[in-house]
């Protein structure tokens, strides 16, 4: 039990275009979600916590306009890169929050040319 | 400032022994840790819980334990396997803020 997906696991892109990351709890529903992007070698960072139904919190220094989160259902949501540029290449992780704590989805790894 | 730390950020053992890994937090009481172990490109796999009410904890070859007196979790890894390699982290909330540590890269020389 406590399966999270994520959709794409890569993708790569160019300069200036958008791309959408979806993630998704397969066997339980989640009312928080929470996406983080982790560089090689470094722990994970949260980006920010999405509330199902109402507006993601965004951590200090996570530009919500570039980052935009949507957490339409009890199983969804979806992260999308905004005009993405190289420095945005990354490893994005989300998580949903389960009875035992956090669990991860497998990861979408953003490589912008 | 809250704070979880790992302090090793790399652990070689050989096969067979023991592993131990160092989790310590600061300026926070945790209600509980976390430690999650996740492979190179992949997301962080949970491995156990522990309450701060709880010294220690188990499941398989796998010991956690918890003492609020030092600020620190320690993870053992028993009759370590090469299939034991991996980057393990600690994490642990505190309202609504979910920390993680650096993690510890543990590498299990057969």
């Known amino acids: 039990g406590a399966v999270v997906s994520q959709h794409p696991s890569r993708v790569i892109c160019k300069s200036g275009t958008s791309v959408k990351i979806e993630c998704r709890s397969l066997?339980?529903?989640?009312?928080?979600m929470f996406w983080y992007r982790q560089f090689p070698k470094q722990s994970l960072m949260l980006m920010a916590t999405s509330n199902e139904g109402s507006k993601a919190t965004y951590e200090q220094g996570v530009e919500k306009d570039k980052f935009l989160i949507n957490h339409a259902s009890l199983t969804l949501s979806t992260l999308t890169v905004t005009s993405a540029h190289p420095e945005d290449s990354s490893f994005y992780i989300c998580s949903a929050e389960g009875q035992l704590g956090q669990y991860f989805g497998p990861g979408t790894r953003l490589t912008v040319l | 400032s809250q704070k979880i730390e790992q302090n090793s950020e790399a652990l070689n053992i050989q096969e067979g022994k023991t592993a131990t890994l160092t989790c310590n937090y600061t300026n926070y009481s945790p209600a509980y840790l976390q430690w999650y172990r996740q492979d190179p490109g992949r997301g962080p796999v949970f491995l156990l819980l522990i309450r701060e009410n709880e010294k220690e904890k188990r499941k398989e070859r796998l010991k956690v334990t918890f003492d609020t007196t030092l600020k620190q979790s320690l993870f053992h890894i028993t009759a370590s396997q090469p299939a034991d390699s991996a980057t393990y982290l600690c994490?642990?909330?505190?309202?609504?803020?979910?920390?993680f540590g650096t993690g510890t890269s543990l590498t299990v020389i057969p």
């Open positions: 066997d339980f529903q989640a009312t928080t």
């Open positions: 994490a642990s909330n505190t309202g609504n803020q979910f920390y």
